[in-house]
Every structure is written in C-alpha cells, then in structure tokens.
C-alpha cells in the first residue's frame, strides 16, 4: 500500500513537498514515481527513482523544478515541488514505476492520490 499526503493549495511560484509513504510490501526494493491527473488531461507521468542507486528519471515538463529523494529507513519518498504553475494542478499519485533510458516510464500499485492546486 501506498499513501500520499501533502497537498494543498499553492500560489503560482510557490512551493510544496509531498511525500508517499509505504507499507506491506518490499518498499526498499522497488522503484517509485509519481505521476498526475488533471481533469481532461491525459495522465502524466513525472518521475521514478530507483532504490538501488537513486537514478531518476523526469519528465521533461517538471525537470529543474521538481526534485525527489527517498529515506528507505522510512519506506518514503518525497516529491519537492518549486516554481509551480497553473499547468501543475493536478491529483498526483504515487506508485511503483518502471522507466528506460528513452524516459518511458510505466505505474502501477498506486495511491488514493493528493490533490494540488495551483492558483491565486
């Protein structure tokens, strides 16, 4: 199981960090990202980081302004979101993942989701 918290409502510019939490499953030995949902958007995936080693893949449209990290002590990973927009409004979910060196990245075993909102 996968828990998300630390959504909220955020200023255009602002920041947030989420964090997903899990249990009941070898957290330390699988890979997790996040992706997001807007409404009559497509999902999107954001990012995956790997246990072993920490790579991380990005989608190009959060690159140099989302960061992640995970502390496997805790089974969590944090999303660390800055110079948010707009365009980032979105449920954002976390969940075992998948990428390739052509930053594919494939979910599963999500969350119940967290909901960010970004506006004045």
């Known amino acids: 199981q996968l828990v998300e918290s630390g959504g909220g409502l955020v200023q255009p510019g602002g920041s947030l960090r989420l964090s997903c939490t899990g249990s009941?499953?070898?957290?330390?030995?699988?890979?997790i990202g996040w992706f997001r949902q807007a409404p009559g958007k497509a999902r999107e995936g954001i990012l995956c980081?790997?246990?072993?080693?920490?790579?991380?893949t990005y989608a190009d449209s959060v690159k140099g302004r989302f960061t992640t990290s995970r502390d496997n002590a805790k089974s969590t990973v944090y999303l660390q979101m800055s110079s948010l927009k707009p365009d980032d409004t979105a449920v954002y979910y976390c969940a075992t993942c998948y990428s390739d060196n052509t930053g594919h990245m494939e979910f599963d075993n999500w969350g119940q989701g967290t909901q960010v909102t970004v506006s004045s």
């Open positions: 009941g499953f070898a957290f330390n030995s699988n890979a």
């Open positions: 980081i790997y246990s072993s080693d920490g790579s991380t």
